[in-house]
């Protein structure tokens, strides 16, 4: 008897775990909600009439084509990105993200779609010369700080413009906050504004970004200053933000992206928008 109710138990608790396996099983995507800011040109921007163009939105066209997936654009500002993500205000970030160990800690991400630089723009007529070239940082410090000692120098005294939140923030903060006034910003917009009335002597932004500034009317006294710089400093390039624990997407997002890498999509578009190429390296 002792026996017979033993396996009974047992046999219960097979049909509980197959019963959890079937509510568990692989979630499916039909369609999702992707958020991006809409003034971040020419990674993305809104049209007039509302709609979404740019870089990020016309991948993301073709993206939600190979996926299978109905994808619908939705306006977010950009500090409440990840906040809105983890509560389920929308599916996907798409905002030039750059991926990084800190954001990882909160958020998930596809594999990068770019990986783009970073430099300084200024008014030309200041004269302001920061140098030319590539510096490829670690994101440590102790082998960083010798790399930009040179930059610490040009830019003393100097106030710098930079957006609050994101990976070169903190960079600015670390490396010039003892040499020079760090102004902090909400939108890339503001201190690219307040440089043209020259409220700031330079600002730091995305390298794409700020080429897009250069390409448009009104900026014909703007110049980049400064070197192009890169590395595992600014994380593993840009890519989707994704809430943790959806694998299925990441796998979706993922596929997709290197796919338009590989048939050479990703740097169609790349100079198309930015006059650069930012695919990022295999993986």
Not at 192 to 205: H, I, S, T, W, Y
Request: proline letters at 6%; charged letters at 25%.
């Amino acid at each position: 008897m002792k026996n017979k109710k033993i396996a009974f138990a047992a046999c219960s608790l097979l049909m509980t775990l197959a019963s959890v396996s079937l509510t568990t099983q692989a979630k499916e995507w039909h369609s999702i909600q992707i958020a991006t800011e809409g003034v971040y040109e020419p990674w993305n921007r809104t049209r007039p009439d509302g709609s979404f163009d740019g870089f990020e939105p016309q991948m993301a066209k073709v993206l939600c084509e190979r996926m299978k997936i109905e994808c619908t654009l939705v306006a977010q500002d950009w500090d409440g990105l990840i906040p809105g993500l983890k509560a389920g205000k929308f599916d996907v970030i798409m905002d030039a993200l750059a991926i990084s160990a800190e954001r990882r800690k909160v958020i998930d991400f596809s594999r990068p779609y770019t990986d783009a630089p970073a430099t300084f723009i200024a008014q030309q007529s200041s004269g302001l010369d920061l140098g030319a070239g590539n510096l490829v940082l670690r994101g440590d410090p102790a082998l960083d700080t010798p790399v930009v000692e040179d930059l610490r120098n040009r830019l003393k005294g100097k106030l710098i413009g930079i957006v609050s939140g994101t990976v070169y923030s903190g960079f600015i903060r670390e490396q010039f906050g003892q040499v020079a006034t760090i102004r902090e910003y909400k939108t890339p917009p503001e201190p690219l504004m307040d440089l043209k009335n020259g409220r700031v002597d330079v600002v730091f932004e995305d390298y794409g970004f700020l080429a897009g500034e250069l390409q448009r009317a009104g900026s014909s006294d703007l110049v980049l200053v400064g070197p192009a710089i890169s590395g595992p400093i600014w994380g593993e390039g840009q890519g989707f933000g994704i809430r943790q624990g959806e694998p299925e997407l990441k796998a979706k997002l993922d596929a997709a992206i290197a796919s338009m890498i590989k048939d050479g999509t990703i740097s169609e578009l790349s100079h198309k928008w930015f006059r650069h190429d930012f695919t990022p390296p295999s993986q």
